[in-house]
């Protein structure tokens, strides 16, 4: 009797202790769509797993699987958490084998919610075959926007169904899927924070539509791309400012304050980072940074990340910059600028902002003048102009770490 109760005891302690068990029906492919996004339903793909240590889940945006940073189970209910973004979305069971509930996603006018629903499958905007009226995959020059912007549309297609990205200058949209359906375009993407959907039509060798986001006019930002074999171009600009000395000194999450003129970055190259972790390209551009500085630090080169949140809460934003290290495991230190406006970017780099592109990155010398900055980026949804973008900047850090003090 008394090694049954101590096993029983054992037992219920361990009940007690582990973690949530997620409900059996919770498990698999949902099909997930925000049906009031503007422009109509934004669907995208969770799969849900049990893992060594409890449930885990990833957004599917064909090629990508992202993993989700945090996974908290309560009943028949589940709560994905991306700390680095300060959002989350939950979802509960609704009967008849779907889901239903909220996303929380932060944007410069606050905190935007997006009402979720969800069902068994892993189909995006048609569950059923569709016969596509042509082939758009390849590369397409596009104009964009009222101010008609230039960019680039790369998809992919097998069958009807397409993915991609579009690279502005500005950034990338990171990875888009969906199909062409007889000659409507559809493609969506969801990466926790980041909503992005555009939709256009094929006629002959041109594509033209609409795209939208979360907090998007009712009409979107019209576009149109033309077919084109040798469609290309520069997703960061170059610029070379006059050798200007930058004297911030900033506080990070840790409670340092980080200057310049600190001893560890006398005589060293530093790049500083131009960023927030509001920005999905900023969260892509760490991702390369975090094991780069890492490998050159021991030539002489030295980074801060330097950070400007959404929002006057200035605790919430040293939180948010915490989480964003963490997630990609940044060894630099990251510093709290202010606000992505105009007047906390003149405030602390004077003649190089406003900041109108992010991320953005400025390259000091050992002399600790300003030499380049590079005004945005390109993820890896763009395939070979990401590898672009990543060897530009190791030729620029190199050429910086053979000059003299």
Not at 74 to 103: C, H, Q, R, V, W
Not at 134 to 150: C, S
Not at 334 to 356: C, F, H, I, R, S
Not at 372 to 395: C, I, M, Q, Y
Request: aromatic share 8%; proline share 6%.
């Amino acid at each position: 009797m008394t090694k049954f109760r101590t096993l029983f005891t054992a037992g219920l302690i361990a009940s007690l202790t582990a973690a949530p068990a997620l409900a059996v029906g919770l498990y698999g492919q949902w099909r997930v769509s925000f049906d009031a996004h503007p422009g109509g339903p934004l669907p995208f793909t969770l799969d849900v797993r049990e893992g060594k240590t409890g449930p885990q889940a990833w957004l599917v945006n064909a090629p990508e699987r992202l993993k989700v940073e945090q996974v908290q189970v309560t009943g028949d209910s589940i709560t994905l958490i991306f700390p680095s973004y300060s959002s989350k979305l939950e979802l509960k069971a609704a009967g008849n084998d779907t889901l239903a509930g909220t996303a929380t996603v932060l944007r410069a006018t606050g905190t935007v919610t997006l009402a979720a629903r969800a069902q068994r499958g892993s189909w995006r905007f048609t569950p059923t075959a569709v016969k596509p009226a042509g082939n758009v995959a390849g590369r397409w020059n596009l104009t964009y926007g009222d101010n008609k912007v230039k960019g680039l549309v790369l998809l992919k297609q097998v069958g009807s169904q397409v993915s991609g990205t579009v690279q502005l200058p500005t950034g990338d949209m990171r990875y888009l899927s969906g199909e062409l359906n007889g000659t409507q375009l559809k493609l969506s993407t969801f990466d926790g924070s980041f909503t992005s959907l555009w939709q256009g039509t094929l006629a002959g060798d041109t594509l033209k539509g609409a795209s939208f986001a979360a907090t998007s006019r009712p009409a979107g930002n019209p576009w149109e791309a033309k077919k084109e074999k040798q469609a290309t171009m520069n997703a960061v600009l170059v610029e070379a400012p006059g050798g200007e000395r930058l004297s911030f000194r900033l506080p990070t999450p840790e409670g340092q304050m980080i200057s310049l003129n600190d001893p560890r970055y006398k005589g060293k190259v530093v790049v500083i980072t131009l960023g927030g972790a509001w920005c999905p390209n900023c969260h892509d551009e760490a991702i390369f940074m975090g094991p780069y500085a890492a490998r050159r630090q021991k030539e002489g080169l030295e980074m801060i990340g330097l950070q400007f949140e959404y929002g006057t809460d200035q605790a919430r934003a040293m939180r948010q910059i915490t989480s964003f290290k963490t997630r990609y495991k940044l060894p630099y230190p990251m510093v709290y600028g202010g606000q992505p406006n105009a007047e906390d970017t003149k405030k602390v780099l004077g003649d190089l902002a406003p900041v109108k592109v992010w991320p953005s990155t400025i390259f000091i010398g050992r002399d600790g003048r300003v030499k380049e900055v590079h005004v945005g980026w390109a993820g890896p949804a763009t395939g070979a102009l990401s590898e672009k973008v990543k060897r530009e900047f190791d030729e620029t850090v190199t050429k910086l770490l053979k000059q003299k003090a």
